[in-house]
């Protein structure tokens, strides 16, 4: 199989505008590497740059150690997954799967041998005879899977695959190429707006937002330690709660003062720089546990203001007169809304940015 | 109440507006047939008759009908040649089957080397990315507004140079000249549609441009194709200026049926009975192409390949 590096990639389009800046990314062999930001970040950019279908305007683009810049898409052994399918609408499932291995001269047994395979693997065999139009929407983005299979490329790129398909069709179509990618054992990219995808089918995320690369690492290295602020909002869902809070000294002790309450943070030594200055505080919303009372210099107050319990869990809406957020309690608290909360605080877990930098304050 | 009131109403008042649409489609109907109609008729009666009275007359009059125009438009026109020795001795004219068989040799090929040339160029215009590719665009649709008559005489003048007056390549080429600003426009507009992602589907499936072009940018424009081989079919069947201009060098041989028809009805129009049996049988083969082509409109020839 094959790797794929970017080095300094770059690209601006002809009126000047700036859609990736400066991407380094190294996909090793058999990786799942997924492309998450939000909708105009360059994700979708930088995959047709890989893909051959963009210029290249800056750095270099290496599979497996061959620099590809000016290679053509069809040389550069690489299949794609369109987010509208892209199917040849006049040809039956067969012969789209067929039509790029006709193309490169395979011979008929090779061919129906493959596309047979596909077609089991993916589970459309009784659909080999039909039109794209008689097909529903997961079944066609299956064809679609299946075309790009059928070629055994070096590395597979998936252009949000799922986004046209309804919620529960995603999340099995979701769990199908896990699957697959655990099957084909093949190098894959993944664009995707949806942090959830990311979540659970990378083994290696990058995030990008306005064609910068803000961090690159598995899901739970992003999910634990976000090295700036977007990152940690973007990845969670309910995403980390973010307070202003100034930051004292009292008695030897590091406290943050958000207005409405004050808390001690222990071992809080990386902090010490920031006092006398504001922070931002963030910690996600399964690390407050709830209390009913409150304990002055540990807990956390607020107003309920919404309650959305979901059976397993419920997630409590809360404004602490200065600032909301989002907290994740057990399906048997007993809560009404207008009531006062009061949350104790898993500091291990909270990560501290710079106001100004928005950067996490290394611990 | 008031609400359900409401509805009926307006829908009264879409029933009389479909109404009134109808009754305005009926009219124009009945006036763009009644003169076809005419022309029908008077194709079945006698020469005299023609002369006498209206065609609207023909059902009044007992003189009847006859098959004598479309015998003389097919098999040939019967001359009377006054001698001295015997009297009027009848000859017969050239007939129409040679003219069916020169305005199908004209036709076709004037209608499938445009189709070809316009279709590439299409393609061209709309996917490739060449330096010059918007003006030269704006250029070939700005052609459109060129009447082909200003161009006749240069053209002949060309012609005469390259021997190409009264041969069919000549004429081949002046209908491609003069259909191709449309056939590209209508076949841009059509092929610029097709989604972005099935061709680069393709291109990375391992298609060349060439490929992609045969395999399915000509399938997935049929429509298109169609519209365009229906026009200038039409338009080149019923041409007579083009071929009068670019072919009567040949002389008779290479008469079309539009010019054959000119000369059936006399130096001074006199004839004109057999005109309307003649034009009646130039429409068959035009008709027939219509309606042969008009199943390759089809909606919906993109459905099920992309989500839009």
């Excluded at chain 1, 492309?35 to 047709?48: A, E, F, N, Q």
């Excluded at chain 2, 395999?215 to 194709?225: G, H, Q, T």
């Amino acid at each position: 199989m094959a790797t794929v590096e970017l080095k300094g990639i770059g690209k601006v389009y002809d009126g000047g505008v700036r859609a990736v800046d400066n991407a380094n990314i190294t996909v090793n062999d058999k990786e799942f590497v997924v492309l998450v930001g939000p909708s105009g970040c360059g994700k979708s950019t930088t995959l047709r740059m890989i893909a051959g279908l963009e210029d290249i305007t800056e750095g270099e683009l290496y599979i497996d150690n061959k620099m590809v810049n000016d290679v053509p898409p069809k040389d550069r052994d690489i299949a794609m997954v369109f987010q509208n399918y892209a199917l040849y609408p006049h040809m039956t499932v067969y012969d789209n799967m067929a039509f790029g291995l006709k193309i490169r001269k395979f011979s008929k047994e090779e061919i129906a041998k493959r596309v047979n395979e596909a077609a089991k693997i993916l589970d459309i065999e009784e659909l080999l005879d039909r039109k794209p139009k008689a097909l529903s929407g997961g079944q066609r983005q299956r064809v679609a899977v299946g075309r790009a299979i059928v070629r055994q490329p070096k590395v597979f790129l998936f252009d949000e695959p799922l986004s046209n398909l309804d919620a529960k069709l995603r999340v099995q179509m979701r769990a199908e190429i896990s699957s697959l990618h655990n099957r084909l054992k093949a190098t894959m990219i993944y664009v995707t707006h949806d942090q959830v995808e990311a979540m659970t089918m990378a083994d290696k995320i990058v995030v990008l937002k306005d064609g910068l690369i803000q961090q690159i690492g598995s899901p739970l290295e992003l999910y634990n330690q976000p090295v700036n602020k977007f990152v940690a909002g973007f990845i969670g869902s309910p995403p980390m709660n973010f307070l202003q809070a100034a930051v004292t000294e009292e008695g030897g002790k590091i406290m943050i003062d958000e207005g409405s309450f004050k808390m001690a943070v222990p071992d809080a030594d990386y902090l010490k720089p920031y006092v006398g200055k504001n922070v931002i505080f963030g910690i996600r919303p399964e690390d407050l546990t709830y209390q009913a009372t409150e304990e002055a210099g540990k807990t956390m107050n607020a107003n309920v203001t919404v309650i959305e319990p979901l059976g397993a869990e419920i997630h409590l809406y809360l404004y602490t007169g200065k600032h909301q957020f989002i907290a994740r309690v057990a399906p048997d608290i007993a809560v009404e809304v207008d009531q006062k909360a009061y949350f104790t605080v898993d500091f291990s877990k909270a990560v501290f940015f710079d106001t100004e930098t928005e950067l996490a304050i290394k611990k | 109440m008031s609400k359900v009131k409401k509805r009926k109403s307006l829908n009264r008042e879409g029933q009389s507006s479909g109404i009134a649409v109808n009754a305005v489609l009926l009219f124009l109907v009945i006036l763009w047939t009644i003169p076809t109609f005419g022309i029908l008729v008077t194709s079945f009666r006698v020469k005299d008759n023609v002369f006498a009275t209206g065609w609207w007359k023909a059902f009044s009059d007992d003189s009847g009908f006859t098959l004598e125009n479309y015998g003389q438009v097919l098999a040939g026109r019967d001359y009377k040649l006054k001698s001295d020795t015997n009297g009027n001795s009848p000859v017969k004219g050239d007939n129409m089957a040679g003219a069916f068989l020169n305005s199908i040799s004209v036709t076709v090929p004037a209608v499938v080397i445009p189709i070809l040339i316009a279709a590439f160029a299409a393609y061209g215009f709309a996917w490739l990315d060449f330096p010059g590719r918007r003006p030269l665009f704006i250029l070939i649709v700005a052609l459109l507004v060129v009447p082909l008559q200003i161009s006749l005489i240069p053209v002949l003048r060309d012609y005469q140079k390259l021997k190409l007056n009264g041969t069919y390549l000549g004429i081949w080429l002046a209908h491609t000249g003069f259909g191709l600003p449309l056939a590209t426009y209508l076949l841009f507009n059509y092929i610029s549609t097709i989604p972005r992602s099935i061709l680069e589907s393709a291109f990375i499936d391992g298609a060349s441009h060439f490929t992609t072009f045969v395999r399915l940018i000509l399938p997935l424009s049929v429509p298109a194709l169609a519209s365009f081989a229906i026009f200038q079919f039409l338009w080149v069947w019923n041409d007579m200026l083009v071929a009068l201009v670019f072919l009567s060098g040949a002389g008779a041989k290479m008469q079309v049926v539009t010019v054959r028809l000119l000369n059936l009805i006399g130096s001074r129009g006199q004839d004109w009975q057999l005109l309307t049996s003649g034009a009646f049988i130039s429409m068959i083969l035009p008709l027939t192409v219509f309606l042969a082509l008009q199943k390759f409109f089809i909606r919906g020839l993109m459905a099920g390949s992309v989500k839009e």
